[in-house]
């Protein structure tokens, strides 16, 4: 129920296309056994189709009381050391991953049906993984990170424009200048969803839980793999 000056939302849902594509096919029992192998040829698949942001993730994280957070990010790299992305380790974000220690990625590939989830525990890169990531990212960025204010509220609208003009010359004068701050994070994957949509339900998933063993030759870690019900 809905009141005279309150939106319609349920009418609006109604109206929304689910699945307008054709998913592409997707058979469970020929997966490669190593998750990475199977992510690398979806994501190929929804660049090669041209799926917009298809490097992007949410983030999910709970902050001190327990509540979820979510957010929107873009994958660094994925190895068999972890999924990465980078962030300020004073922001939100940052500190909600240092207390918990543990993470969850979700991709969404509306126009190939797919979605991946991966879960698992944080770490930190290196301080050369910190470095060289940071100088990486467009002068920009780089700004935004020195302020350590991600979240604020702004008292004064035009004092963010000051504070980033203020930092883009300290980096114009010093493009080696890092933020102490900016940290590379790596969520280690205890499970890794693979969710391909159909349009008559029968949605195929398949996950991949780690072994929780390390192979010695080649450092990769090993995954059992499981169907699930839609």
């Known amino acids: 129920m809905t009141t005279s000056d309150s939106p319609d939302i349920h009418s609006i849902l109604g109206r929304a296309t689910v699945f307008g594509a054709t998913p592409p096919p997707f058979d469970p029992d020929a997966a490669p056994a190593d998750p990475l192998a199977l992510f690398a040829e979806w994501l190929a698949d929804a660049v090669d189709a ?29 190895t068999p050391e972890g999924w990465s992305f980078g962030t300020s380790s004073s922001s939100p974000k940052g500190q909600q991953l ?30 050369e993984e910190n470095a060289q990531s940071f100088l990486s990212r467009g002068t920009g960025g780089r700004a935004e990170s020195f302020l350590g204010r991600q979240s604020d509220v702004i ?15 300290r980096i114009e004068e010093d493009p080696d200048l890092v933020s102490p701050t900016w940290t590379i994070y790596k969520v280690v994957p205890e499970t890794i969803e693979f969710w391909q949509a159909s349009r008559d339900r029968s949605h195929l998933r398949l996950r991949y839980r780690s072994a929780g063993e390390t192979a010695a030759a080649t450092g990769a870690h090993a995954f059992h793999t499981e169907r699930l019900w839609p």
């Open 50 to 78: 041209g799926v917009a942001d298809p490097n992007a993730m949410t983030l999910s994280t709970v902050d001190a009381e327990g509540s979820p957070d979510a957010r929107v990010l873009i994958l660094r790299d994925a």
């Open 98 to 127: 240092a207390a918990a220690g543990r993470a969850a990625l979700t991709f969404y590939w509306p126009a190939r049906g797919r979605q991946v989830r991966v879960r698992g525990p944080v770490v930190e890169g290196s301080a």
């Open 155 to 169: 008292d004064d609208p035009d004092e963010p424009r000051r504070a980033l003009d203020e930092v883009r010359q």
